[in-house]
């Protein structure tokens, strides 16, 4: 009995030592210099770590001095082996008396969004389908096969080159539909094997960098549609979005454009430019600048591959000017997918909102059929894909009602559109916040 006594009060002294924390200390260290975060009531500084962490330092540094529980969750297909670069990292917990969320989010909500990813869990929908991925990367390679066929047979004429170059932009599309895919880590088991494909895909079939990837996709799922948080809503004064940045530049008599015109000098910078010129300057001098050697011999090998096949036909300039045309047609493609579900959304600076609270306020869906996912990679479930970055994009329809019914629940609205309208909405809401700008301009 003496020595169970004196095992209980070894413990309870071993527990006495671990350093509690409150709310209002964490959230102090929030600064890229001083970065602490909660997961599971632990706390963890993860200040010299974040500079390793593969998805890059700056996800990590917009979680800081918060409750990332949900965010851990959502981007780590194997938290349980994180856990194991976490614990190092443990410096205490928080205090007995201090809520589990911080900043007053609704407790039960995030439970039961949790229990909900529990039951998706249970329902096995965060198990990939061999079979869907397999025949979508075939039918990519079989539109290259397809693009050399053609010029092989047909020769260079011009309607044959805007066939090829039409066959080669829906290429090029998918294929960046399916990097994204294994860029989320939702095929397979082991990350590692998601990273392999991914820089297959992204670097051979695109000539991209799958690290500059990471680094910049991963902020915008953390923090979608928060500015100085989501790269995708830093439009470097080209564009003003939502209702906060255009009266701030209107007040601060800021005019680098004429942002009253922008919902129509979109369609001359936006869709035309994001992939053949911005694009590739930022991922290239990404790669060089970072030495991401390894992604730079993968983008290497997909210039290499689209040369040799389509020099002897066309020559060197031909085919840089056919790229380029291909990589024009992309970039439509891509920026009206990619910024329908965001753009006419809520864009501001941070709230601190809860998980589901603050994906729903950023994106929305547009209504399924056949042809819209084909289209968007299922980027149609944009909803869905923020909450289970992870989740295989196949399952997102069986999540779908599960996903409404929290929503309705707790009164969170779940925006869903008809795919025309959601273009028209891009140029609706550029036009209103351009409004708004123009009147702060004028008379604040």
């Not at 290499?304 to 840089?320: A, E, H, K």
Request: glycine share 6%.
């Amino acid at each position: 009995m003496g020595k169970g006594g004196e095992k209980g009060e070894e413990s309870g002294e071993c527990k006495a030592q671990i350093p509690l924390y409150t709310w209002e200390e964490i959230q102090k260290h929030n600064l890229r210099t001083d970065m602490w975060l909660v997961i599971e009531r632990k706390v963890y500084n993860v200040t010299r770590w974040a500079n390793r962490h593969p998805g890059g330092h700056r996800v990590i540094s917009h979680c800081a001095g918060e409750d990332a529980t949900d965010a851990f969750q959502a981007f780590h297909i194997n938290p349980t082996l994180v856990q194991k670069f976490l614990k190092p990292l443990l410096i205490g917990e928080l205090a007995p008396g201090e809520p589990s969320q911080d900043r007053d989010k609704n407790s039960q909500l995030v439970e039961d969004f949790r229990t909900l990813r529990k039951t998706a869990e249970d329902m096995n929908l965060f198990r990939a389908s061999p079979l869907f991925f397999s025949l979508y990367l075939a039918h990519i390679i079989a539109m290259e096969a397809l693009a050399w066929l053609l010029v092989s047979y047909f020769g260079t004429g011009w309607i044959t080159t805007l066939f090829l170059a039409f066959i080669l932009a829906t290429s090029q599309a998918q294929a960046g539909w399916l990097q994204h895919d294994f860029g989320h880590l939702s095929v397979f088991k082991k990350s590692s094997w998601n990273h392999l494909v991914h820089k297959f895909l992204i670097g051979h079939l695109k000539g991209a960098s799958a690290n500059w990837w990471n680094h910049r996709h991963f902020q915008h799922h953390a923090k979608p549609n928060i500015f100085k948080k989501d790269p995708d809503v830093n439009m470097l004064h080209v564009f003003v979005l939502g209702d906060t940045q255009p009266v701030e530049y209107g007040k601060k008599k800021l005019k680098y454009l004429p942002y009253n015109h922008q919902h129509e000098y979109f369609f001359l910078i936006f869709p035309p430019l994001l992939i053949p010129v911005y694009f590739q300057i930022q991922i290239i001098s990404t790669m060089i600048k970072r030495r991401f050697w390894a992604d730079l011999a993968w983008a290497f090998s997909y210039y290499m591959r689209y040369f040799i096949t389509y020099i002897p036909f066309y020559g060197v300039l031909g085919s840089l000017s056919l790229l380029t045309f291909v990589r024009f047609l992309e970039s439509h493609w891509f920026v009206w997918v990619t910024q329908m579900n965001h753009i006419p959304m809520e864009i501001d600076f941070e709230k601190h909102k809860d998980w589901l609270s603050s994906q729903l306020a950023a994106t929305c869906n547009i209504e399924q059929s056949f042809f819209n996912d084909w289209f968007t990679g299922h980027l149609n479930f944009q909803i869905e894909h923020h909450l289970f970055p992870t989740m295989p994009r196949h399952n997102f329809w069986k999540v779908k009602p599960l996903v409404k019914s929290l929503c309705a629940k707790y009164g969170v609205q779940y925006e869903e559109k008809p795919l025309g309208k959601a273009f028209v909405d891009i140029i609706g809401s550029l036009k209103k916040s351009g409004d708004l700008w123009l009147d702060a301009y004028l008379y604040k």
